[in-house]
C-alpha cells in the first residue's frame, strides 16, 4: 500500500512516497495534475515488486514525454536497487540525492545519511564521512560501495 504526501512548493509539486509500490498503484490518480516540476522524496518507499516497476516506468515516461521535468530526492533502498538494475528506471528523471546505511562500529547503531549524488561523483564515488550520533562512535558503511553506486558512474 502506497500513500502519498502532496506539497505544493514555488517550483512545483513535492510528493513524499510512502510504503510499497505494487500492482495496485495509481500513481495518475495519487499525483493529479503536475504545476511546474515534480520532486518525488523517496525515503519511505520499503518496497517495490515488479508490477510496480513496470507501473512507476509507464507513469515517469508519460511525465518524460509530456516535458515535465522530475528529480528524485532521498531515494531509500529499494529504489537504489532498481536504479542499478534498470537503467532507465529514473525515466529521464534527475536523481538528486540518495540515502547511505551505515551501522556504527562501536554501538551496533544503524543509520542512514541523504547524500548528494552530485558530491559522490565529484569525489569520484567515494563513501562520504558519517558519524554515529554518540560522541566517540564511529560508522562504516553497509553495503558494496561499487553496487551501490554502480547506477551513477558514467
Ligand atoms: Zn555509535
Given at each position: 500500500m502506497l500513500s502519498i504526501h502532496k506539497q505544493q512548493t514555488k517550483e512545483g509539486l513535492l510528493i513524499e512516497l510512502s510504503g510499497t509500490i505494487e500492482e495496485n498503484v495509481q500513481f495518475e490518480q495519487l499525483v493529479g495534475p503536475i504545476q511546474g516540476e515534480l520532486t518525488v522524496k523517496c525515503?519511505?518507499?520499503?518496497r517495490i515488486n515488479s508490477v510496480g516497476v513496470k507501473t512507476w516506468m509507464k507513469y515517469f515516461q508519460a511525465l518524460k514525454a509530456q516535458g515535465v521535468r522530475v528529480k528524485f530526492i532521498e531515494c531509500a533502498y529499494p529504489i537504489i536497487e532498481q536504479l542499478n538494475m534498470i537503467s532507465n528506471f529514473a525515466c529521464g528523471g534527475e536523481v538528486v540525492s540518495i540515502l547511505l546505511p551505515f551501522s556504527c562500529v562501536a554501538c551496533q547503531n544503524e543509520f542512514v545519511a541523504n547524500c548528494k549524488t552530485s558530491e559522490l561523483k565529484a569525489s569520484g564515488l567515494q563513501v562520504p564521512k558519517a558519524k554515529c550520533e554518540k560522541e566517540n562512535c564511529g560508522a562504516q558503511f553497509d553495503d558494496d560501495p561499487e553496487e551501490y553506486f554502480y547506477f551513477l558512474e558514467d
Open positions: 525515503r519511505a518507499v520499503t
